[in-house]
């Protein structure tokens, strides 16, 4: 005769039950040289294996290896250009993740071995990439200045007001929904505190490169506000200049 506790393993036999294999997830990210590739992905380019191998100073075989298993694990997609494997990550999701949890992560002491080791520092904490929208001390002050102006509201959790609606509406600003939510924030790794992403950050963001206020620096992470965005942003949010000017402004 089945007991109670039979009929319960049965149909658990029957129909498993699907877990999230959380370790598996942080296996892919415990080593140092992966988890190195994927901070430097955020900068939203393709990389090339033998430019990640070398940005983590690694032997070819070895970055080829790590690849391998961050695409198997459905952190990065690739794609192939000729004879050249060519990795981004995966989505912007990703990205917000990846973002996130170097804001929970212990800080390591970054070794600056020349001024300019030490400028590169202070202009990524400033303003730069992560993925398609914009991270760093300005990200956070213009989300702060979307609040302070109630352009964007924390009651439910992060989303534009009406007033926040009319404003990009007048600003010219696109946010070309996908499968994201409209308004997320991520958590800045540099700051600690969230700045806008999702369609609205990522379009934000989009509209201050096409219109001059913000350029990419080179194939870095690194994003200047320009003379011309500094005044825009001053005028539009309300955001400092103390805030907006760059570690070669001041």
Same mark, same amino acid.
Not at 114 to 134: G, I, N, P, V, Y
């Given at each position: 005769?089945?007991?109670?506790?039979?009929?319960?393993? @049965?149909?658990? $036999?029957?129909?498993?039950?699907?877990? =999230?294999?959380?370790?598996?997830?942080?296996g892919?990210?415990?080593?140092?040289?992966r988890?190195?590739?994927?901070?430097?992905?955020?900068? +939203?380019? @393709?990389?090339?294996?033998?430019?990640l191998?070398?940005?983590?100073?690694?032997?070819?075989?070895?970055?080829?290896?790590?690849?391998?298993?961050l695409?198997?694990?459905?952190?990065? !997609?690739? !794609?192939?250009?000729?004879?050249?494997?060519?990795?981004? &990550?995966?989505?912007a999701?990703?990205?917000?993740?990846?973002?996130? &949890? /170097?804001?929970?992560? =212990?800080?390591?002491?970054?070794?600056?071995?020349?001024?300019?080791?030490?400028h590169?520092?202070?202009?990524l904490?400033?303003?730069? @990439?992560? #993925?398609?929208h914009?991270?760093?001390?300005?990200?956070?002050?213009?989300?702060?200045?979307?609040?302070?102006?109630?352009?964007? @509201?924390?009651?439910?959790?992060?989303?534009?007001?009406?007033?926040?609606? $009319?404003?990009?509406?007048?600003? +010219?600003?696109? $946010?070309?929904? $996908?499968?994201?939510?409209?308004?997320?924030?991520?958590?800045?790794?540099? *700051?600690?505190?969230?700045?806008?992403?999702?369609?609205?950050? /990522?379009? &934000? #963001?989009?509209?201050?490169?096409?219109?001059?206020?913000m350029?990419?620096?080179?194939?870095?992470?690194?994003?200047?506000?320009?003379?011309?965005?500094?005044?825009?942003l001053?005028?539009?949010?309300g955001? !400092? *200049?103390?805030? &907006? /000017? +760059?570690? +070669?402004?001041?």
């Amino acid at each position: 005769m089945l007991t109670m506790g039979d009929v319960h393993a @049965t149909a658990a $036999d029957h129909h498993p039950i699907d877990r =999230p294999d959380l370790a598996a997830l942080a296996g892919l990210l415990a080593d140092r040289t992966r988890a190195a590739m994927c901070l430097a992905l955020l900068d +939203g380019r @393709t990389w090339t294996a033998t430019e990640l191998a070398r940005h983590t100073g690694v032997a070819a075989s070895t970055a080829t290896a790590h690849l391998n298993r961050l695409v198997a694990g459905g952190l990065l !997609e690739e !794609e192939r250009r000729g004879r050249h494997r060519h990795v981004r &990550l995966a989505d912007a999701d990703t990205a917000e993740m990846i973002e996130s &949890l /170097a804001s929970h992560a =212990p800080l390591r002491p970054a070794h600056v071995r020349s001024l300019r080791d030490a400028h590169r520092h202070r202009s990524l904490t400033h303003a730069r @990439t992560c #993925f398609d929208h914009l991270a760093g001390t300005v990200a956070v002050a213009i989300t702060d200045a979307l609040s302070d102006r109630h352009l964007l @509201t924390w009651d439910y959790g992060p989303t534009l007001t009406p007033e926040g609606k $009319d404003w990009l509406r007048h600003e +010219g600003i696109a $946010d070309h929904r $996908d499968n994201r939510a409209h308004v997320r924030t991520c958590l800045d790794w540099t *700051e600690r505190r969230p700045h806008l992403a999702g369609a609205v950050g /990522a379009a &934000l #963001f989009r509209h201050a490169l096409e219109r001059g206020w913000m350029v990419r620096r080179g194939t870095t992470r690194i994003v200047t506000v320009t003379e011309e965005g500094r005044r825009a942003l001053r005028e539009r949010l309300g955001v !400092e *200049e103390g805030v &907006l /000017a +760059g570690p +070669g402004d001041v």
